[in-house]
């Protein structure tokens, strides 16, 4: 009887406590630095401006690398010349977009003509966890193609990577916008 009084007593104790309240939500702060803009420096068919706080890496065979290293990404530019394959290049390009639409929720295009400057071609935006977010591809149609994505060096979670993807894309429009032929 008195181990059972002790028991009961015991639970009615610890029992009173405060109410336990569920955590507020919290949401994820993210600030990026102010952008400011560069010319590259390596002599290509092509020149653009980047941010100046990414790292610009050397291909062989006119190709980029523009690395985010606070972002844990990069833009990968290849760069082809046209020898009346115009077609063909712009159908490789393609494919390489809509091999995401397993992983994709949905692939949103956007095509921009800058005549004055010779510049061409179409902005693939892919939403979902695919392994780019991002596609692009311009063109002068008579000698220079160009083809970029953009990857995360991490397990693609879209709502994760969004902030950083809206980001970059900035500077994707800006390196479009100013982009050269030589």
């Not at 630095?33 to 390596?42: A, D, I, M, R, V």
């Not at 693939?124 to 991002?134: C, F, K, P, R």
């Amino acid at each position: 009887m008195r181990n059972l009084f002790l028991f009961i007593f015991t639970l009615i104790f610890i029992s009173c406590k405060k109410d336990v309240l569920p955590k507020p939500k919290a949401y994820l702060s993210l600030i990026y630095p102010k952008k400011s803009y560069k010319k590259f420096p390596l002599k290509k068919p092509y020149f653009f401006e980047v941010l100046k706080n990414t790292s610009v890496i050397n291909e062989p065979n006119n190709w980029l690398k523009i690395r985010y290293p606070n972002l844990n990404a990069s833009i990968n530019i290849t760069y082809r010349p046209v020898h009346k394959n115009l077609k063909e290049l712009l159908t490789e390009a393609e494919k390489l977009v809509f091999k995401h639409t397993l992983k994709a929720d949905q692939i949103i295009p956007k095509d921009f003509v800058y005549p004055k400057k010779r510049v061409f071609g179409s902005f693939y935006e892919i939403t979902g966890n695919a392994a780019s977010q991002i596609q692009f591809h311009i063109t002068d149609s008579t000698k220079n193609f160009i083809k970029g994505s953009l990857y995360f060096y991490t397990k693609p979670n879209y709502d994760s990577i969004l902030p950083a993807v809206s980001y970059i894309k900035e500077d994707i429009f800006h390196l479009i916008e100013t982009l050269e032929w030589r």
